[in-house]
């Protein structure tokens, strides 16, 4: 919806890992679903820096990507994604217009460029810690804690996104609360494996992502 906003017509969207596994394959078709759901004939393109810990990787192909017109990267990396923001932060400062999203938790100051009143990072798949916390200490407090496994999800305000960045646009975010609306009523399904997103003919043939 950003890349519609700012009119570009036919965007390029990237997506870099750590490494590959099951776990990250969930981030990145979610990314590709959410992507073809806007535009489903949009071309996607990955990358695995096999490591959590090398920024320098991300950000050459980061480079390599928004060289050749990539317009948004989406790194769920670890350490490694830094290297996409890093890249991205140059780019914006120099008055391209290309995005990198963020992970785990908001990394708006991360791309923080200029005058650092702006920043590259557009948004950020956002893991709600504090509410798994308050949740914990809560059932501890009242005697109701057992352990065991806890999925914590959009139901439960689990997980989210960033809203920090002031140029993130109105339709975005619209868009965003609608989908999840319809994921949370299962009128949308995201598919949870790459296998089972290729099947449904969105994940396009060719990608690193592997199924565990």
């Not at 923001?85 to 120099?94: H, K």
């Not at 557009?122 to 810690?129: A, F, G, I, Q, R």
């Not at 005697?143 to 993130?168: C, H, I, P, R, W």
Request: aromatic share 8%; net charge negative.
């Amino acid at each position: 919806m950003q890349a519609k906003h700012d009119g570009i017509s036919n965007p390029v969207f990237g997506f870099i890992g750590g490494v590959p596994g099951a776990t990250i394959t969930k981030f990145e078709i979610g990314y590709i679903e959410g992507i073809k759901s806007v535009f489903p004939n949009a071309k996607i393109v990955d990358y695995y820096a096999n490591s959590w810990g090398a920024p320098e990787l991300a950000k050459t192909q980061a480079k390599s990507w928004y060289d050749s017109g990539v317009y948004c990267i989406f790194s769920a990396a670890g350490g490694t994604g830094g290297g996409t923001i890093a890249q991205a932060a140059e780019y914006r400062a120099a008055g391209k217009n290309v995005w990198a999203i963020g992970v785990d938790s908001d990394q708006y100051e991360e791309g923080l460029y200029g005058d650092k009143t702006k920043s590259a990072v557009l948004t950020s798949m956002l893991k709600m810690v504090e509410n798994s916390t308050i949740d914990a200490l809560t059932k501890v407090e009242n005697g109701s804690f057992v352990g065991g496994v806890v999925v914590q999800n959009m139901k439960t305000d689990g997980v989210g996104y960033a809203t920090t960045n002031a140029e993130l646009c109105a339709e975005a975010k619209s868009a965003a609360e609608a989908a999840k609306a319809d994921i949370l009523s299962g009128k949308i399904v995201v598919n949870k494996t790459y296998a089972a997103s290729k099947a449904a003919g969105l994940a396009p043939a060719g990608l690193g992502a592997i199924d565990d």
